[in-house]
């Protein structure tokens, strides 16, 4: 009964922060920390659904830590896309 | 005076170090994850060389379809993982309402995808149109084909639970299917605020 309530708060604590985000980024103008702010995000939903839904607290070594890297290297390269933008456009330039 | 507790009504508890659901499944979904790897490299170098097209992306599309499938997503996983939890109690009617409840949620995925679409060439945007659009295609379209894989994969679980193939003790075959739509759910989460929210 415990898993089944905390895995609804989870699902229902993912539902609110889906509607925050949609009115933050509606709401806020680019800049460095609305991208820090979504990244967070993403970061912290992922790994709601990573620990809650797919349950991998008590996975193989190999599944946990490459989902869980997974959901925290897509924000992080988010970040750093808008802090070197123009370095990153230069080296994947033709 | 203590009451004997059926060895099947017990929840069963995370063995450390397992494979959820199977091998194969894994196999899958790393492959899934790669896939989508190689999308997000895509979006990240062209955000990079297009930062205003990126910026202002969010504004030509729909916030209310991307939100109403965030919602859908995240719920269809939510009733999934409920009928995981309750075949392992070795209620398998009420596993087999979850995944129907977990059904009619995620159909709603490709009908919202439809409308918006339509509103989308309602608005001038296409697949051939400028960098933003493209990324967003490109990445959507991949995601809506594994979510209608996944759908394809929960009417055989529900089928193979009807049909009795799964207890408390054996069901191998509907956590590897909940771990698929689990990924696909973590896919959605990221490819959401991407396109959907940041400016």
């Keep these: 009964m415990h898993n089944e309530r905390s895995l609804t ?10 509607l925050v985000g949609a009115v933050l980024g509606n709401a806020g103008s680019p800049g460095l920390w609305v991208t820090v702010t979504v990244a967070a995000m993403m ?15 008590g996975a193989h070594p190999s599944i946990r830590r490459l989902v869980r890297f997974y959901a925290v290297a897509l924000p992080v390269m988010l970040i750093l896309t808008d802090l070197f933008g123009p370095q990153i456009a230069w080296l994947t330039t033709l | 005076m203590s009451i004997a507790t059926p060895v099947f009504s017990a929840p069963i508890a995370p063995v450390l170090g397992r494979i959820p659901g199977n091998k194969a499944i894994w196999v ?47 719920t269809s996983s939510y009733f999934v993982a409920r009928g995981v939890m309750a075949m392992r109690r ?4 009420t596993c087999l309402k979850w995944l129907t409840a977990a059904l009619f949620t995620g159909i709603g995925y490709p009908v919202v995808k439809f409308f918006e679409v339509q509103w989308n060439v309602a ?6 149109g400028e960098v933003f659009q493209m990324a967003y295609y490109y990445l959507t379209f991949n995601h809506l084909v594994h979510v209608c894989w996944g759908l394809l ?3 055989w679980v529900m089928f193979r639970t009807w049909m009795g193939a799964y207890d408390a003790t054996d069901h191998d075959g509907l956590e590897a299917f909940a771990c698929y739509w689990h990924a696909t759910d973590l896919i959605w989460l990221m490819i959401f605020p991407l396109f959907y929210v940041l400016p």
């Excluded at chain 1, 970061?43 to 607290?57: C, N, P, Q, S």
């Excluded at chain 2, 896939?35 to 729909?62: I, N, T």
């Design chain 1, 9 to 18: 708060l989870a699902w229902l604590l993912l539902l609110g922060l889906t």
């Design chain 1, 43 to 57: 970061a912290f939903k992922g790994r709601v659904v990573i620990d809650h839904f797919l349950e991998l607290g």
């Design chain 2, 28 to 74: 899958g979904i790393y492959c899934e994850l790669t896939e989508f790897a190689l999308m997000f490299l895509v979006y990240f170098v062209a955000r990079a060389h297009h930062p205003d097209a990126f910026r202002g992306g969010p504004q030509q599309l729909s916030t209310l379809a991307g939100v109403t499938n965030t919602v859908i997503m995240l």
């Design chain 2, 90 to 93: 070795n209620a398998r009617a």
């Design chain 2, 123 to 128: 608005q001038g945007l296409s697949g051939n």
């Design chain 2, 153 to 155: 994969g929960l009417i």
